[in-house]
């Protein structure tokens, strides 16, 4: 079962990595259904941060470092998705 | 194994189990609140928290080594813009009209949300029974 060095921090890692991922993939509920635009920006947005977390998770579980780095650019094209939404589709603008 | 090493995968297991929890408690106010506001706030500070103990365990599992400065610079990049990036959201609702649900309202989300052209036709006979029955106070 287990990928790395095959001791219980890794079990740890890639088990709780698995359960953000259902957690993850619960917020495309939210997405689909949610009557406002809003709603789905928002949903989009918990998904992108978990998304992040699971990177961070698997950077342990699996040993490769270098998936801290897509984290990371992951997390900044996140934020910027949400406000560039969130700015675009309000016409006065003037968000934060 | 060391006392240490021990100390440290309790640690780790501690942090991953809170952020197990806390981002249950984000996922299931996401789906289950009633309006954007609330669903906002709940993404805002639940699942901020998650995140931070994710990564926190993260960080204490590579130990001191250079990636555990990615590591820490990632979670305070997620303390500060998650919460801007929900903010933003709220506040964009706040701009195209969307009314806060009030604990005295039978209307759901979907009824206070303003009229658009690609889901009018789902919400608007709900809307509308819902103004007969004079669930608005004067």
Do not use: C
Not at chain 1, 26 to 36: E, K, Q, S
């Amino acid at each position: 079962m287990s990928v790395g060095t095959g001791d219980l921090a890794t079990d740890l890692f890639l088990g709780t990595a698995a359960l953000f991922v259902v957690l993850a993939v619960a917020m495309l509920y939210r997405a689909v259904d949610g009557p406002t635009m809003q709603d789905r920006v928002l949903a989009v947005n918990v998904l992108g941060t978990n998304t992040v977390v699971i990177l961070a998770l698997l950077a342990v579980g699996l040993g490769e470092s270098s998936f801290l780095d897509v984290a990371l650019i992951y997390a900044l094209l996140n934020f910027l998705m949400s406000v560039a939404i969130s700015k675009f589709t309000v016409e006065r603008g003037g968000i934060i | 194994m060391s006392a240490v090493e021990t100390a440290r995968l309790v640690a780790i297991g501690v942090l991953l189990a809170g952020s197990l929890l806390f981002t249950l408690v984000s996922a299931v106010g996401v789906i289950r609140l009633p309006d954007i506001y609330s669903r906002a706030h709940t993404a805002s500070q639940a699942d901020t928290l998650g995140a931070g103990f994710a990564l926190a365990a993260v960080a204490l599992s590579l130990g001191v080594q250079a990636t555990t400065a990615k590591t820490v610079l990632l979670l305070l990049f997620i303390f500060l813009t998650n919460p801007t990036a929900a903010h933003a959201i709220a506040r964009a609702a706040d701009e195209d009209g969307i009314e806060p649900w009030t604990s005295d309202d039978d209307r759901t989300a979907r009824d206070l949300a303003p009229d658009r052209s690609d889901d009018a036709d789902a919400s608007e006979p709900a809307r509308d029974g819902v103004d007969e029955e004079g669930g608005e106070p004067a």
